[in-house]
């Protein structure tokens, strides 16, 4: 269900920004930057929600912007996903095909990103290391029931739940930065 043109051309800029945004993130003042984040989230899906017909053309230049959007903030914040998924929204993807390309796209982004931090001296703490032993068959997991509930929204509804979604970060963003 990708869409391989989408995911290439979303993929290279968010590539190479979350790998400058990695670099970056260690001088950026994060509290404040993902309240603006948030601000910014909830002022876009107020706008989707007044304007429910808006669709950005899939041309290369649209997800490559996306792309930067989404991957640089990632590599400053580790928060990416919101800025993605506002973009594939706009294009109107069938739930299967949002939800493979958005999935595609996070691993070529956050691979770099997290080489990026690693290279920059970053590292975790030994618990989180053994923890990854139970967080990565909980995501899995969370994976697979995500993909149960989505199969229970019909399609004409799944770019109001994404709006709500986003809206629900926003909030969390600009109310609870940490």
Do not use: C, H
Not at 68 to 97: C, H, P, Q
């Amino acid at each position: 269900g990708i869409r391989w043109r989408l995911w290439l051309a979303f993929g290279i800029t968010g590539v190479l920004y979350s790998y400058l945004g990695a670099v970056l993130s260690v001088d950026a003042p994060e509290e404040l930057m993902k309240r603006v984040l948030g601000g910014f989230l909830l002022v876009y899906t107020a706008f989707l929600f007044a304007q429910k017909s808006f669709r950005l053309p899939a041309t290369t230049a649209i997800p490559g912007i996306g792309g930067a959007a989404s991957g640089f903030l990632a590599g400053i914040f580790g928060v990416g996903g919101a800025v993605r998924g506002a973009f594939l929204a706009t294009f109107d993807l069938e739930k299967a095909v949002y939800i493979a390309t958005s999935g595609a796209i996070a691993i070529v982004i956050d691979s770099v990103r997290i080489g990026a931090y690693l290279q920059g001296g970053t590292r975790l703490d030994s618990a989180l290391v053994w923890g990854m032993l139970l967080f990565i068959p909980a995501s899995l997991l969370g994976a697979e029931l995500a993909k149960r509930v989505v199969e229970r929204i019909p399609q004409e509804e799944f770019r109001l739940v994404i709006a709500v979604f986003l809206l629900l970060a926003g909030a969390k963003l600009l109310v609870w930065p940490g």
